[in-house]
């Protein structure tokens, strides 16, 4: 995505709402759900845009947990570490994720496919220990359990990613067709 890009589409999300500035949060979160964090350059826009400050809104985003200034992976694991959660095993949850995927609290893979973010509560206490991945809960859960879940969201990116090389290898050959007819 080029900058140009990026910038309208931050207006867009921004345009969104009406200029008041009680929908800074919900301009932040759809950036969030946009782009997987929130773009350095919306801050200004936003402040113009509902004549606040870009520090107020920089504060608000650092303060939620469920706001990112840095890109997040596709999919974003919230661990929750809660009483109930961390007394029936969360930190042994943590660690099989750490051991599976190398990384830690606010970490991305490499690939950029999950980020960790551990959380104070998901509010399922009735099937701790659990995560929520995207907006999927995942309750009673052992470190053995792990491994599955997150190979479903590699396989569902294979198929993704193997859907978007067909239909990129279509439109290819639809042009390639076209040009040796003309």
Same mark, same amino acid.
């Given at each position: 995505?080029?900058?140009?890009?990026?910038?309208?589409?931050?207006?867009?999300?921004?345009?969104?709402?009406?200029?008041?500035?009680?929908?800074?949060?919900?301009?932040?979160?759809?950036?969030?759900?946009?782009?997987?964090?929130?773009?350095?350059?919306?801050?200004?826009?936003?402040?113009?845009?509902?004549?606040?400050?870009?520090?107020?809104?920089?504060?608000?985003?650092?303060?939620?947990?469920?706001?990112?200034?840095?890109?997040?992976?596709?999919?974003?694991?919230?661990?929750?570490?809660? #009483? $109930?959660?961390?007394?029936?095993? %969360?930190? !042994? =949850?943590?660690?099989? +994720?750490?051991?599976?995927?190398?990384?830690?609290?606010?970490? #991305? $893979?490499?690939?950029?496919?999950? %980020?960790? !973010? =551990?959380?104070?509560? +998901?509010?399922?206490?009735?099937?701790?220990?659990?995560?929520?991945?995207?907006?999927?809960?995942?309750?009673?859960?052992?470190?053995?359990?792990?491994?599955?879940?997150?190979?479903?969201?590699?396989?569902?990116?294979?198929?993704?990613?193997?859907?978007?090389?067909?239909?990129?290898?279509?439109?290819?050959?639809?042009?390639?067709?076209?040009?040796?007819?003309?």
């Amino acid at each position: 995505m080029n900058l140009n890009e990026s910038d309208t589409e931050i207006n867009e999300v921004i345009k969104a709402y009406p200029p008041e500035r009680q929908n800074s949060l919900p301009i932040m979160q759809d950036l969030q759900k946009k782009f997987g964090y929130i773009p350095r350059n919306a801050f200004k826009k936003i402040g113009l845009y509902l004549s606040c400050s870009e520090a107020h809104l920089y504060s608000m985003a650092t303060f939620y947990k469920a706001l990112s200034l840095v890109p997040q992976g596709k999919h974003v694991i919230r661990l929750c570490d809660g #009483t $109930t959660c961390h007394i029936k095993g %969360s930190v !042994q =949850l943590r660690d099989e +994720i750490t051991r599976l995927l190398g990384i830690r609290d606010g970490e #991305t $893979t490499s690939d950029r496919l999950f %980020s960790l !973010q =551990l959380v104070n509560c +998901i509010g399922t206490c009735a099937i701790a220990p659990a995560i929520l991945i995207d907006e999927t809960y995942y309750g009673k859960l052992t470190p053995a359990d792990l491994p599955a879940i997150l190979n479903r969201y590699r396989k569902l990116e294979e198929e993704r990613e193997r859907e978007h090389e067909e239909e990129n290898g279509m439109e290819n050959g639809e042009k390639n067709e076209k040009e040796e007819k003309s």
